[in-house]
């Protein structure tokens, strides 16, 4: 089973988070927000010291990268 949950800032589609069956989780950017010489911050934990975007996100075990895991709702909804 695959749980999808899309991420946004105000209404720009910045990315999804796909949890996936025995606790791993990643975070994949959307193209058109990567695309976007405009885009809104996210967070800086995803730039590099020199200003770049991290595209490639790591998949994580349990947990979900730092930024999000107050963000998120805990338990079944």
């Known amino acids: 089973m695959t749980n999808i949950l899309e991420v946004r800032l ?3 589609v ?3 988070f796909d949890l996936i ?4 989780a990643f975070f994949t950017f959307e ?9 809104p911050v ?3 934990s995803f730039f ?3 200003g770049d975007l991290i595209q490639q996100t790591k998949t994580v075990q349990t947990k979900i990268p730092p930024f999000f895991s107050n ?3 805990e338990g079944h909804s």
Request: hydrophobic share 20%; net charge neutral; aromatic share 4%.
């Open 48 to 50: 590099t010291q020199s």
């Open 14 to 16: 910045v990315g999804k």
């Open 10 to 12: 105000g209404n720009t």
């Open 31 to 39: 193209e058109s927000y990567l695309n976007d010489e405009n885009r």
């Open 71 to 73: 963000l998120l709702p």
């Open 42 to 44: 996210l967070s800086q």
């Open 21 to 24: 069956t025995g606790g791993r």
